[in-house]
C-alpha cells in the first residue's frame, strides 16, 4: 500500500529558530511530491512541488529537499514565525491514478507551534 | 488565494439527516476531488470528478455521493448523517487526473450532533 509518513509528529520552537521537518515515502509510480502548509480549519496551501530529478525547492524562507533513492524528503524552515504555527503536509503524487487511495498520498501532517 | 472556493465554511447537522456542500474550481480547471479530514488527521479521499464522470472512489459508504457540473463546479451528498461524519470537509480542483498541481479550497467544517 502507497503510504507516506512524516516525523516528529507535533514540534515546538522558538521564535526566530530554525527547524526541519521529515517526510519518508513508499509510493510508486512516484510523480512528484509536494509540502503544504495547512492552518488550523483551513484547507492547505502549496510550498513546493518536486519533481523526480529535482533535490531542493526554495520558497521564501523555506526550503524542501528530495532525495528519490531513499525516498525522503525535509522541509526546513528558517527564521520561523509565529504565522509559521501551522501543520506541515507531505503529499506525494502517483503518476497514474491511485485506485481508492486517489492519486494524492497525504501524510498525517507535523503540527508545528512557534513560540514568541 | 486559490481560485477555489467552498460553501458554506461551517454547517451543524442533525444525526440522520442530509447535507450538500459546494465547490467551485478554479478558472480552467476540469477535476475536483473531495476529502474527508478529521481532526489531527491528513486528508482521506472521497472521490474525484472529471469532466463530469466519476473518476474514482475512496473506501467510503454509497450514502456519500457527488455530481461535477458542465462549469466543472461539484457537489458532495452525504445522507443519513452520522456522528463519525463530522470534519473538515476539503475540494481540490486541477486540470487533469495525474500529476498536474493540486489547489484546495477553504474547507467546510462539518459538525454532526
Known amino acids: 500500500k502507497n503510504q507516506v509518513e512524516q516525523s516528529p509528529q507535533s514540534l515546538i520552537i522558538l521564535e526566530g529558530k530554525n527547524c526541519t521537518l521529515q517526510c519518508n515515502y513508499t509510493v510508486s509510480p512516484f510523480s512528484n511530491l509536494r509540502w503544504y502548509k495547512q492552518d488550523t480549519g483551513r484547507g492547505p496551501v502549496s510550498l513546493t512541488i518536486?519533481?523526480?530529478?529535482?533535490n531542493t525547492k526554495s520558497n521564501g524562507r523555506y526550503t524542501a529537499t528530495l532525495d528519490a533513492d531513499t525516498k525522503q524528503s525535509s522541509l526546513h524552515i528558517t527564521a520561523s514565525q509565529l504565522s509559521d504555527s501551522a501543520s506541515y503536509i507531505c503529499v506525494v503524487s502517483l503518476e497514474n491514478y491511485g485506485g481508492s487511495q486517489g492519486n494524492l498520498i497525504f501524510g498525517k501532517g507535523t503540527k508545528l507551534s512557534v513560540k514568541p | 488565494e486559490t481560485g477555489v472556493t467552498q460553501s458554506p465554511t461551517h454547517l451543524i447537522k442533525t444525526r440522520g439527516q442530509q447535507v450538500t456542500l459546494r465547490c467551485s474550481s478554479q478558472s480552467g480547471h476540469n477535476t475536483v476531488s473531495w476529502y474527508q479530514q478529521a481532526l489531527g488527521q491528513g486528508p482521506q479521499f472521497i472521490f474525484q470528478y472529471y469532466r463530469e464522470e466519476e473518476n474514482g472512489r475512496g473506501n467510503f459508504p454509497p450514502r456519500f455521493s457527488g455530481l461535477q457540473f458542465p462549469n466543472y463546479s461539484s457537489e458532495l451528498n452525504v445522507n443519513a448523517l452520522e456522528l463519525d461524519d463530522s470534519a473538515l470537509y476539503l475540494c481540490?480542483?486541477?486540470?487533469?487526473?495525474?500529476?498536474?498541481?493540486?489547489?484546495f479550497g477553504q474547507g467546510t467544517r462539518l459538525t454532526v450532533v
Open positions: 481540490a480542483s486541477s486540470h487533469g487526473i495525474s500529476n498536474t498541481e493540486a489547489f
Open positions: 518536486m519533481t523526480f530529478s529535482e
